[in-house]
């Protein structure tokens, strides 16, 4: 883990990104103790926060059970009745305000 006091972290913040962007952690310190920690992010925390937001708002539900996702990339693909366009179908859902 590398290792930063608050003034270099200041003063190198890019740098220390980048090595944060490589999946590095970087321990921040103030007068030689630990204050801070700057580790990678992992992305499925932030759709989860976000989703969380919505369903706290009322906008979404949350969902019952875990997606399988061999299993649906796997399911075959719905197919739209002759002389129907899946666009039209979303443009007139969008006019009547679904």
């Keep these: 883990m590398k290792r930063a006091s608050v003034s270099q972290a200041k003063n190198r913040l890019r740098a220390l990104l980048a090595v944060v962007r490589r999946g590095e952690t970087v321990l921040v ?12 992010i992992d ?7 976000a989703a969380m937001d919505l369903i ?18 796997a399911a075959p693909r719905p197919r739209l009745p002759a002389g129907h ?14």
């Design 56 to 73: 706290e708002e009322g906008i979404m539900n949350p969902p019952r059970m875990r997606l399988d996702l061999p299993s649906f990339l």
């Design 29 to 40: 310190t103030h007068r030689g103790k630990p204050v801070a920690q700057i580790c990678p």
């Design 85 to 98: 366009s899946a666009s039209r179908s979303v443009a007139e859902e969008r006019n009547e305000g679904r």
């Design 43 to 49: 992305a499925e925390s932030l759709i989860d926060e």
